[in-house]
């Protein structure tokens, strides 16, 4: 038996839940942890802390809303040192690749004083399936800033298990991977894959930025949440991460998986032909 007892945070968001169902599955101990679970977890309110890391001692390390954004520095400074109090010392936290903005966070765990790695994921092949521009490609059109810009996207399952790897495996400490899908991808090769699989009529439709954003506000979506979809667009996603890299396979043993793959079994789910009312 692993003697180690897990935490992992953002139990209900794509990478965290898959996280914890994998260190389950081997027997693991996890404490899977969210706003919304009990305990709860939250990042803005340090008194949930203590609770969270009592008896553990390694953690898996999700951010929200990005490392990015202004404070994320100094929360994730506090954090590891409550960590280490707590004896967490293998700390393991998911970053995106090319966000330049994120690293001083990074930093900030790198300095800490504790066991770390960090992972560095593209975008998210389950973007186009649980969130994030579901509601659109049900509707029948993705309107994006997004040109001809190739992005290797990545199967967040691809990502949990690096995580899990890195948590279990020592060799993986003080290592700062950077994790892509084998190919790239424009979003409009991507649309085109999903409409072909579907067997739907759903269109790629390249507009500005300030249409994203006036869009995103008109369905309500909260200014930090903009600003934040807005960096990405803006500053990410120019064409900086469309190298694939081998860090995956490093990591496991195994490629990663094809894009394409991932669309023939999603599509088999009908998620795509449920049409949205939003």
């Known amino acids: 038996m692993d003697p180690n007892r897990y935490l992992i945070l953002g139990a209900t968001a794509k990478t965290g839940r898959r996280v914890a169902a994998k260190l389950d599955k081997m027997g693991c101990y996890t404490r899977a942890l969210s706003r919304s679970t009990t305990p709860s977890f939250d990042w803005t309110r340090?008194?949930?802390?203590?609770?969270?890391?009592?008896?553990?001692?390694?953690?898996?390390?999700?951010?929200?809303?990005?490392?990015?954004?202004?404070?994320?520095?100094?929360i994730i400074t506090d954090f590891s040192k409550r960590a280490l109090k707590h004896g967490a010392k293998r700390l393991v936290m998911l970053s995106g690749r090319g966000e330049y903005e994120a690293h001083r966070a990074e930093d900030a765990l790198r300095q800490s004083g504790a066991d770390w790695t960090v992972l560095r994921a593209n975008w998210f092949f389950q973007n186009f399936d649980e969130d994030l521009f579901l509601p659109y490609l049900q509707q029948g059109t993705l309107a994006l800033p997004a040109?001809?810009?190739?992005?290797?996207?990545?199967?967040?399952?691809?990502?949990?298990?690096?995580?899990?790897?890195?948590?279990?495996?020592?060799?993986?400490?003080?290592?700062?991977?950077?994790?892509?899908?084998?190919?790239?991808?424009?979003?409009?090769?991507v649309t085109t894959l999903i409409a072909d699989a579907t067997g739907r009529d759903i269109v790629f439709a390249p507009i500005t930025?300030?249409?994203?954003?006036?869009?995103l506000a008109a369905d309500g979506i909260p200014d930090d949440f903009r600003h934040l979809i807005r960096y990405l667009f803006s500053e990410v996603l120019d064409g900086r991460n469309s190298a694939t890299t081998g860090d995956v396979e490093k990591i496991l043993g195994r490629p990663p998986r094809d894009f394409a793959d991932y669309v023939r079994e999603t599509a088999r789910t009908g998620i795509w032909n449920q049409v949205s009312d939003t």
């Open 46 to 74: 340090p008194e949930t802390w203590d609770a969270a890391l009592e008896g553990v001692s390694a953690a898996y390390i999700t951010f929200q809303p990005d490392l990015a954004v202004p404070g994320s520095v100094d």
């Open 147 to 189: 040109g001809d810009v190739l992005e290797p996207f990545i199967d967040a399952n691809d990502i949990a298990d690096c995580a899990v790897a890195a948590l279990v495996e020592p060799v993986h400490i003080g290592k700062t991977y950077e994790l892509s899908g084998p190919k790239a991808l424009t979003f409009a090769e």
């Open 209 to 215: 930025l300030d249409e994203l954003d006036a869009g």
